[in-house]
T-cell receptor, first 115, second 112 residues
Framework: EPEVTQTPSHQVTQMGQEVILRCVPISNHLYFYWYRQILGQKVEFLVSFYNNEISEKSEIFDDQFSVERPDGSNFTLKIRSTKLEDSAMYFCASSVREEGSGELFFGEGSRLTVL | GENVEQHPSTLSVQEGDSAVIKCTYSDSASNYFPWYKQELGKGPQLIID?????GEKKDQRIAVTLNKTAKHFSLHITETQPEDSAVYFC???????????FGTGTRLTIIP
C-alpha cells in the first residue's frame, strides 16, 4: 500500500538552529501539506503546496518557515531559526486532488525537539 | 477563522457497545467534515468523511451524521472492538483537504 514517508522520525536541535524535515509523498499525488501537533494539542494546518507554489498558509507559517519540492519526489519543510515553541510533531500529507474523493494521507510524523 | 470543538476528550466503552463522538464548528461556509483515527506513533488516518450536501453516511460499523443548521457532526461506532482504541479527530474545511481545522481529539478506549 502506498504511503507517505517522513525523515527523520525524531530530531533534537538547539534553539536558533536550522532544521529541515523531509517527506516523500505518494507518487501520483499532486497536493502536499504540512501540519503540526504540539504535544497533547490539536493538529494544526501549516501550509499547502500545489504546482510548485504555496496555495495556502496559516498564521503559524511565518518567515521562519519555508517549503520546497526540490525534485520530483521530496517535499521539505525548513525552519530557519528554531524556537522552543517549534517543538512539536510535524506531519506531512498528500492527496491526489484537493476535493472530491481525494483522501488525505498522512505520514507518521517527525518529532522535533528544540532545546 | 474556523473553530472546531470536540467532545468528549476521553471515552471508555465496553467492547460491543457503541461510541459517539461529537463536534461543533463555527464557520457556516465549511462544507467538508472528515474524521481521522490516530494510533500510537502513527499519523492520522481518514476513516470516514461527509460533505455538506449529505446528512448521514455509513461505512460498515462507522457512521457520521451532519446537522448543518446546528453546525454539528458526530461519529458513531457500533459493535466496538479492541482495535477501535485510538485517538479520533474531527475536522472541517471550506474546501476539501485545504486548510483542515481539527478538533482537540477524543481518546477512545475499548474495554474487553
Amino acid at each position: 500500500e502506498p504511503e507517505v514517508t517522513q525523515t527523520p522520525s525524531h530530531q533534537v536541535t538547539q534553539m536558533g538552529q536550522e532544521v529541515i524535515l523531509r517527506c516523500v509523498p505518494i507518487s501520483n499525488h499532486l497536493y502536499f501539506y504540512w501540519y503540526r501537533q504540539i504535544l497533547g494539542q490539536k493538529v494544526e494546518f501549516l501550509v499547502s503546496f500545489y504546482n510548485n507554489e504555496i496555495s495556502e498558509k496559516s498564521e503559524i507559517f511565518d518567515d521562519q518557515f519555508s517549503v520546497e519540492r526540490p525534485d520530483g519526489s521530496n517535499f521539505t519543510l525548513k525552519i530557519r531559526s528554531t524556537k522552543l515553541e517549534d517543538s512539536a510533531m510535524y506531519f506531512c500529507a498528500s492527496s491526489v486532488r484537493e476535493e472530491g474523493s481525494g483522501e488525505l494521507f498522512f505520514g507518521e510524523g517527525s518529532r522535533l525537539t528544540v532545546l | 477563522g474556523e473553530n472546531v470543538e470536540q467532545h468528549p476528550s476521553t471515552l471508555s466503552v465496553q467492547e460491543g457497545d457503541s461510541a459517539v463522538i461529537k463536534c461543533t464548528y463555527s464557520d457556516s461556509a465549511s462544507n467538508y467534515f472528515p474524521w481521522y483515527k490516530q494510533e500510537l506513533g502513527k499519523g492520522p488516518q481518514l476513516i470516514i468523511d461527509i460533505r455538506s450536501n449529505v446528512g448521514e453516511k455509513k461505512d460498515q460499523r462507522i457512521a457520521v451524521t451532519l446537522n448543518k443548521t446546528a453546525k454539528h457532526f458526530s461519529l458513531h461506532i457500533t459493535e466496538t472492538q479492541p482495535e477501535d482504541s485510538a485517538v479520533y479527530f474531527c475536522a472541517a474545511s471550506i474546501r476539501g483537504n485545504e486548510k483542515l481545522t481539527f478538533g482537540t481529539g477524543t481518546r477512545l478506549t475499548i474495554i474487553p
